[in-house]
């Protein structure tokens, strides 16, 4: 099945952020987490046991590329989401995460954390 301009051009998008920056682990871990459940970035700074600033660095890579969501990023507190259109397109991020790897995923982050 051919992908659509938007699928192909998001899939490049999750491709780059993800996989083609050192970020894009950490990237990976936040997702995971905000897949289960709805977390502030508080809440994730304790999960991953990264600084609160490289936090909230991601937060923003991911909430611009529109992959995440928020009611006010400015409040402390605010709760993040998976955004309706990412969540609506979850298998490229399951497609990345299957070529990336688990293993080098958990390894990283125990690495860092």
């Not at 051009?9 to 780059?16: A, D, E, G, V, Y």
């Not at 991601?58 to 993040?80: C, P, Q, W």
Request: aromatic share 8%; charged share 25%; proline share 2%.
């Amino acid at each position: 099945m051919k992908e659509s301009g938007y699928l192909l051009s998001l899939k490049h998008s999750l491709w780059n952020m993800l996989a083609g920056t050192r970020g894009g682990i950490t990237r990976i871990r936040i997702i995971k987490l905000l897949r289960k459940r709805p977390y502030n970035i508080n809440q994730l700074h304790g999960k991953l046991g990264l600084d609160y600033k490289t936090i909230q660095h991601h937060i923003r890579v991911l909430a611009n590329g529109n992959i995440i969501i928020t009611e006010d990023s400015k409040k402390y507190g605010s709760m993040y989401f998976l955004s309706p259109a990412f969540e609506e397109n979850i298998h490229l991020f399951d497609e990345i995460l299957e070529k990336v790897g688990e293993k080098q995923i958990n390894r990283e982050g125990k690495n860092k954390g």
